[in-house]
């Protein structure tokens, strides 16, 4: 057998039972249901997947363009940042270079979508693990626990585990989303 055969195989069994103790540990916490599940790992495979095009830019350009017709290389379209796409003449507009770069060319859209999808996905994450609307402790008279969010609804505080579990399984969809996404390219 050949070594990166074996290395594969080995590589896609510890994913699979990463994977598997993730959501079991997830699911005995019983503090996410799986819609809640699916919703982060979703935002974190599409931001695994943003990831994997932004690598494949860098180290195989013509197989993007490949995959993704409409997708333009980086190496072309910097020079949109600029006026006349010469850097010497500044910013095309107030800017381009710096908080508005997503609105000039395919890269920083793609590097926004997985920065804002990385954010999201974490957001969503703490929320539906918190079970609270907000996220400012008060410590109010006759509560069960001392911090208590302004909505009137407890934080949730569940056993470490759970939180491991759930930081695996989000691991996990951001690793499967940007292998799908690399493997799609490669082919091209």
């Not at 006349?84 to 590097?111: I, K, M, W, Y």
């Not at 609307?133 to 407890?154: A, C, D, K, T």
Request: aromatic share 12%; proline share 3%.
């Amino acid at each position: 057998m050949h070594l990166c055969n074996l290395k594969t195989r080995t590589m896609k069994k510890s994913i699979l039972l990463s994977i598997l103790l993730s959501i079991l540990l997830s699911a005995q916490s019983f503090s996410q249901t799986i819609g809640q599940m699916l919703i982060t790992g979703t935002q974190f495979a599409i931001s695994g997947g943003c990831d994997a095009i932004l690598q494949a830019d860098h180290f195989y350009p013509e197989q993007v363009v490949k995959a993704f017709p409409s997708y333009e290389l980086s190496r072309d379209t910097w020079q949109r940042k600029y006026k006349n796409g010469d850097p010497a003449q500044g910013e095309a507009f107030l800017g381009s270079t710096t908080v508005l770069a997503s609105l000039t060319d395919p890269f920083h859209r793609v590097q926004t979508l997985r920065n804002v999808t990385m954010v999201t996905g974490a957001a969503t994450w703490a929320y539906s693990t918190s079970k609270s609307v907000g996220y400012i402790p008060v410590i109010r008279e006759g509560s069960r626990n001392w911090f208590e969010v302004v909505s009137g609804r407890e934080i949730n505080i569940k056993p470490w585990w759970a939180y491991v579990g759930e930081s695996v399984f989000n691991y996990a969809a951001f690793n499967v989303g940007k292998e799908i996404t690399f493997r799609y390219i490669k082919s091209k």
